[in-house]
């Protein structure tokens, strides 16, 4: 197999990364994919189902589909058909959505316990952040 970098991509990569074997870099970055594709699959599989909740800045109902990934004592999330993870907050009534998994693992108001559900559903790796 041959994977092809574009000519700044390759520049950057041989300057940057000049004292690490760049296939086993390449061959990580693959497996990492893998996985989550099988978990992205394993969720499709599953299917969506419509939420209903109760938006309190809006003083409402809204809903949407979606397919439960985590859950604590503060928070439910889901991930959307579009790709969106949807996450309610059942003591402030607020629904707090985000594109990509980076926005919702920065998201610093977030529970470690939800961020690992979510990680493990999505396929992605876990990392605790500390304060230290």
């Not at 990364?17 to 296939?23: A, C, G, P, V, W």
Request: some cysteine.
């Amino acid at each position: 197999m041959t994977i092809y970098l574009p000519d700044a991509l390759a520049a950057e990569v041989k300057a940057g990364l000049t004292d690490r074997n760049i296939s086993a870099v390449c061959q990580a970055a693959l497996r990492v994919e893998l996985e989550r594709e099988k978990a992205m699959e394993k969720i499709d599989a599953g299917g969506y189902q419509r939420v209903v909740l109760y938006d309190g800045k809006r003083e409402h109902d809204i809903a949407f589909q979606g397919r439960k990934i985590g859950s604590s004592q503060k928070t439910d999330a889901w991930l959307t058909p579009k790709g969106t993870i949807a996450v309610y907050d059942h003591r402030e009534q607020e629904l707090w959505t985000y594109d990509e998994y980076g926005a919702f693992e920065d998201d610093e108001g977030l529970d470690n316990s939800l961020r690992e559900q979510v990680a493990e559903a999505l396929g992605a790796k876990y990392v605790e952040q500390l304060d230290i």
